[in-house]
Structures are given as C-alpha cells and as structure tokens.
C-alpha cells in the first residue's frame, strides 16, 4: 500500500484514481485495474449524468440560480483551504516558493500552464534534491515477460486509439477529447491541482464554458462521491450530451491509467528516482501558484457581495479548523444560503 501510494505521485494523473488502478493491478493484473476503476468512476459518472441533465434543463429558473451562487460561494472558500493544504506540503523550501511564486505570475499573465508545468519540471529536476528512496519502492530484478507487458500494450494501443479518433471528429466535441487527453497526460496531483488546466482550455482558450457554469461543475464534482475530476463529464455533457461526457471522462483518467500499469513493471527495477522526484517537487510548487489563480477568478463570479463572502469564509473556517466533511459542510452552507435568501437577506 505504501509502496503504491508513493508510486502514484511520479507520473502525472489523479492520485487516487491512481492509486485504485493500481491496487487492482497488483491484484488481479490488466483486467484487475480496469474494474477497480470502472468500479471507483462509474457510480459518480451515473450521478453526474443526472445532475448535469437537470442543472441545465433547470439553470435558466431564479431558484436554482440562486442554489448555485451559493454553491459557487462555497467552493471559494473549499478551495482556499486546498491551496493552503497544499502550499504546507509542496513548499518546504525557498526554491519551492520562488516556483510557485513565478508560476502564479506567469498565470495572471496568461502564460500557457503546459510551458508553467514543463519548466517547472527542468527547475526541480535541476535545482532540488530530495531524499533517497521513493516509499520504500525497492529496485528489483525480474525478467522482461511478454505475458505481462501484452495486455499493457493493449491498452495503451486502445487509448491511442480513442485519442485519434477525438482527432479524427474535426469538431469542438473531438477538439474537447483531445485537451482532456493532454491534461490527463501532463497534469500531476489530486483533482483539485489538476483545475488550472482545465480552466486554462475550458474556459479561458476555447469558452466552451463560462466561468460561472465552470464554478458550477466544480461544486458538482465536489457534492458528488467518486474522484473529484468527474467534473470533466459535466463539461462533455455541456459539450455534447452523454457520448460527449464519456469521451471526457475517458480522456482524463485513461493516460494515467495506462501510466499506472506501466510504471508500476518499470519502478520496480529502478534503484535511484533522485531526479524524478525533483522534478515532481517544483511541479507540485507550481501547482500551488496556479491554484491561486484559479480561486481568485472563481471569487470574482463567486463572490457577490457580503452574504457570500461571509458563506466562503465560513466554509473555509469549516473545512481548516472544524474539520467538516466537505458534503456536510455543502449541505449546511445551502441551508443557511436559501434560509437567508427566503428572507431577502443576499
């Protein structure tokens, strides 16, 4: 467990996503994984089905405009909370500041985020040195056997596959495909690390959504179960309904997948990660700067005046030092939002 928890920080993708393929992987090999994940994703995909199909064949009534400032209020104050979680693990260091002090500037100055991650990349391979070891991953010796580097091919062949097919559709929807495989490619962390770059092609590159129905996914992704990053479903079905939100969905957890089944044979018989960990250090520094980007233009559509100021720093208070769970704390915060607003009060 320990091994694979550290193993799935290495390469970019949704940790926990991840981490759940692997644990399929060592147990029952290909086919293992991909019901372990099918398992993890599917029941929030279903979900998210439902809610994106009602969020906007209902968006347009006051009630549930409404119900989404509040929730878009809320994810502020969540995700100021994330940034400060993840700033306490991914800066231990001047280094790590100056990174994610750079890549918030570059943000704001419109600077592409894949050039922010792959420079970023070089500084920490390049500049930071961290320990020995990688969890207790162990350099091991073990012959090459084509019994178990088949099925991996098989499936890194079927996501190439999807891939040129999202190209081969010559529209917004293929175009769509392509980015959420790019991101799932290049982008390291949990869910809520992964959100610039989404936010970067989603909405400020393309506008396929604006930034309050992006704040609105968010919060979908956040109340649903299952990995944050289901979000990328609500965003297909903007795009194109189901069909759509399958292609999204597969795209951003497939590269990993496949990495995962990969890396997991090839770690396994290296001895010295020093340089992969520096660089998985200055990215995960410069995800802290681009994250604050993101929370500053979701409080912009987020934060409308008083009342939801008040509801975000509530929910951050919540989430840092109450400890809530995060559902919890949705629940009681609408409560309050649309008990407040029965009154004229926001």
């Known amino acids: 467990m320990n091994e694979g928890l550290a193993l799935v920080q290495l390469y970019p993708g949704p940790m926990m996503v991840d981490f759940t393929a692997y644990v399929g992987y060592r147990l029952r090999g290909v086919w293992g994984a991909l019901l372990a994940t099918l398992g993890f ?21 006051p ?6 400032l509040g929730l878009e209020a809320l994810v502020v104050g969540v995700l100021i909370n994330v940034v400060f979680d993840f700033g306490e693990r991914a800066i231990k260091g001047p280094i790590q500041a100056v ?5 918030f500037i570059a943000m704001l100055y419109k600077v592409n985020a ?7 990349l070089a500084v920490g391979a390049f500049f930071l040195k961290p320990e020995d070891g990688v969890g207790g991953i162990q350099s091991v010796k073990q012959p090459l056997s084509t019994r178990i580097w088949l099925p991996i091919i098989v499936v890194v062949i079927s996501v190439i596959g999807v891939a040129i097919f999202a190209w081969g559709l010559h529209s917004e929807v ?8 790019k991101i799932g490619s290049i982008a390291f962390g949990n869910g809520t690390t992964i959100l610039p770059l989404i936010q970067a092609d989603v909405v400020d590159a393309n506008q396929w959504l604006n930034m309050n129905q992006f704040a609105d996914g968010i919060a979908l992704g956040q109340i649903t179960p299952g990995p944050f990053l289901i979000t990328a479903a609500f965003i297909g079905y903007k795009m194109g309904g189901i069909g759509a939100a399958l292609l999204a969905t597969f795209a951003i957890f497939s590269p990993s997948f496949a990495m995962t089944l990969i890396f997991t044979e090839l770690f396994s018989r290296l001895g010295n990660l020093k340089v992969v960990r520096g660089a998985l250090s200055g990215i995960l520094a410069s995800f802290v700067g681009l994250m604050i980007v993101v929370v500053l233009q979701l409080s912009q559509v987020g934060i409308t005046g008083s009342t939801s100021l008040v509801l975000a720093g509530g929910a951050f208070i919540a989430a840092r030092y109450l400890k809530m769970d995060i559902g919890f704390i949705f629940i009681c915060g609408l409560a309050i939002w649309m008990g407040l607003h029965s009154f004229g009060i926001g």
């Not at 009630?63 to 989404?68: P, S």
């Open 63 to 68: 009630w549930v405009h409404t119900l989404f």
């Open 99 to 103: 990174i994610a002090l750079a890549a």
């Open 41 to 61: 994703i599917l029941p929030s995909f279903v979900l998210m089905m439902a809610l994106s199909a009602a969020y906007f064949a209902t968006g347009s009534l």
């Open 174 to 181: 293929g175009q769509m495909g392509l980015s959420f495989f």
């Open 114 to 120: 894949v050039w922010i991650i792959l420079v970023t």
